[in-house]
């Protein structure tokens, strides 16, 4: 911390969120100075709290909407911002069916809002939070950045748009720097139990699903399927810690600052443009492989029943790391028992979550 003192300000949209809070702390830990904005439309100002806690600083925090440009301008003329981590966006791969213009009114326009806004303020630094989904069904394992793209639900689309987007900026001024990072499957929670993942409604992902039967909220998991041509006929992802995940953002934010400072700049006018990075761990697991290792670690039984393959879903996905890894230095440490623990210790210290109750 000492010798990175005072680095650039950040400022982070979306940071009350699940992997937005665990990046706070990252960025703090690293020496970067943020400002969060969030509508807390999906997440409570309990996160914020506990992360200014965590960190013993209070965390500057604007409650705003991406798609605000007032607001969003009042805030980068207060602040001399180097660059925007940019988490804001909905996510519930159901709810973007049946609301497909919400998704992208949220996604898309308020991303393009955002950088209307930042290139007003000559703010031209950006990591975007892109998703392993605008793969689709991949051709080939593991899936490098180079792969095809395709999706088949307003969510994925909204973030394939907003990567289209970015592309078409990068050829058009030279000056943007704009790290798309696609995350695989994020898991986990803060070592502390403190902050973690706490879903509105019932689950839809796997992790929260299998840690609220643990805990006793769910009677049993279904498994979506148990005849992919995978090791155990049950779906295989790339689950990647949150904590990794958050280092993998300043891993990001550092390649960003290098990359950028004059010597560099004096080399190369364009010296990053578009840049797409997977943020994975390169390894698959199977839903039976991540069930018994949570029973192991939890001691809870996890029950289960096999039903008919969820719509839209594909066999197998799992991240090539070696760009993260050349490019950026980063790579996954955690191991999935480290995941499963850290998910249960903040499932059992909150069982309700954030709320209070
Ligand atoms: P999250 O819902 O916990 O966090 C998103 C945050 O953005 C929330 O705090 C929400 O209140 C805020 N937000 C949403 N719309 C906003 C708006 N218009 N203005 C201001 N704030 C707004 O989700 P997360 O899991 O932390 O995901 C963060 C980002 O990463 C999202 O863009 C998501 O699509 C992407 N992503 C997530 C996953 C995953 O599995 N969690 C995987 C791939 C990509
Ligand atoms: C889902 C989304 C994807 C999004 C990602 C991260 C779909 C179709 N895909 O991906 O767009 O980027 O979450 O938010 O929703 N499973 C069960 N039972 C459950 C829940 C999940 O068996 O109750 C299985 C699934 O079939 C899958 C695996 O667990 O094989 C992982 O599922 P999930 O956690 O939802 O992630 P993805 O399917 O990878």
Same mark, same amino acid.
């Given at each position: 911390?000492?010798?990175?003192?005072?680095?650039?300000?950040?400022?982070?949209?979306?940071?009350? !969120?699940?992997?937005?809070?665990?990046?706070?702390?990252?960025?703090?830990? &690293?020496?970067?100075?943020?400002?969060?904005?969030?509508?807390?439309?999906?997440?409570?100002?309990?996160?914020?709290?506990?992360?200014?806690?965590?960190?013993?600083?209070?965390?500057?925090?604007?409650?705003?909407?991406?798609?605000?440009?007032?607001?969003?301008?009042?805030?980068?003329?207060?602040?001399?911002?180097?660059?925007?981590?940019?988490?804001?966006?909905?996510?519930?791969? !159901?709810?973007?069916?049946?609301?497909?213009?919400?998704?992208?009114?949220?996604?898309?326009?308020?991303?393009?809002?955002?950088?209307?806004?930042?290139?007003?303020?000559?703010?031209?630094?950006?990591?975007?939070?892109?998703?392993?989904?605008?793969?689709?069904?991949?051709?080939?394992?593991?899936?490098?950045?180079?792969?095809?793209?395709?999706?088949?639900?307003?969510?994925?689309?909204?973030?394939?748009?907003?990567?289209?987007?970015?592309?078409?900026?990068?050829?058009?001024?030279?000056?943007?720097?704009?790290?798309?990072?696609?995350?695989?499957?994020?898991?986990?929670?803060?070592?502390?139990?403190?902050?973690?993942?706490?879903?509105?409604?019932?689950?839809?992902?796997?992790?929260?699903?299998?840690?609220?039967?643990?805990? !006793?909220?769910?009677?049993?998991?279904?498994?979506?399927?148990?005849?992919?041509?995978?090791?155990?006929?049950?779906?295989?992802?790339?689950?990647?810690?949150?904590?990794?995940?958050?280092?993998?953002?300043?891993?990001?934010?550092?390649?960003?600052?290098?990359?950028?400072?004059?010597?560099?700049?004096?080399?190369?006018?364009?010296?990053?443009?578009?840049?797409?990075?997977?943020?994975?761990?390169?390894?698959?697991?199977?839903?039976?492989?991540?069930?018994?290792?949570?029973?192991?670690?939890?001691?809870?039984?996890?029950?289960?029943?096999?039903?008919?393959?969820? &719509?839209?879903?594909?066999?197998?996905?799992?991240?090539?790391?070696?760009?993260?890894?050349?490019?950026?230095?980063?790579?996954?440490?955690?191991?999935?028992?480290?995941?499963?623990?850290?998910?249960?210790?903040?499932?059992?210290?909150?069982?309700?979550?954030?709320?209070?109750?």
């Amino acid at each position: 911390m000492s010798e990175n003192f005072m680095k650039n300000k950040i400022l982070v949209t979306g940071g009350a !969120g699940y992997i937005g809070s665990h990046t706070c702390i990252a960025l703090h830990e &690293a020496g970067y100075d943020i400002v969060v904005y969030d509508n807390l439309s999906n997440s409570s100002r309990e996160a914020i709290n506990r992360v200014s806690t965590l960190i013993g600083e209070t965390i500057e925090f604007v409650e705003g909407d991406i798609r605000d440009n007032e607001l969003l301008r009042e805030v980068f003329a207060l602040h001399e911002f180097f660059g925007v981590i940019h988490f804001a966006g909905l996510k519930a791969v !159901g709810e973007s069916v049946v609301k497909p213009l919400l998704y992208y009114n949220n996604n898309v326009s308020g991303t393009i809002t955002l950088l209307e806004v930042m290139s007003e303020y000559n703010v031209k630094n950006l990591v975007f939070s892109s998703s392993a989904t605008v793969y689709g069904d991949p051709d080939t394992l593991p899936i490098e950045e180079s792969s095809k793209r395709s999706c088949a639900n307003p969510y994925g689309q909204s973030k394939l748009a907003v990567e289209y987007i970015l592309e078409d900026l990068a050829v058009s001024d030279d000056s943007w720097n704009l790290i798309s990072l696609r995350y695989f499957n994020p898991v986990g929670a803060h070592a502390s139990g403190q902050i973690g993942e706490d879903p509105n409604d019932i689950p839809n992902n796997l992790m929260p699903y299998v840690s609220q039967v643990a805990i !006793g909220k769910l009677e049993k998991l279904s498994i979506f399927g148990n005849d992919y041509s995978t090791i155990d006929g049950t779906g295989v992802r790339d689950f990647i810690h949150v904590t990794d995940l958050a280092q993998g953002h300043v891993a990001a934010l550092d390649y960003l600052e290098q990359q950028t400072s004059s010597e560099i700049y004096s080399n190369t006018a364009s010296p990053i443009g578009f840049l797409p990075i997977n943020l994975g761990t390169g390894k698959g697991t199977s839903v039976l492989e991540l069930i018994s290792t949570f029973s192991d670690v939890s001691g809870q039984a996890i029950p289960y029943q096999f039903a008919s393959r969820r &719509a839209g879903d594909i066999a197998s996905c799992y991240a090539s790391s070696e760009k993260a890894k050349n490019l950026l230095g980063w790579q996954a440490e955690l191991s999935i028992a480290d995941m499963c623990k850290d998910t249960w210790h903040w499932q059992s210290m909150n069982p309700n979550g954030y709320t209070m109750s």
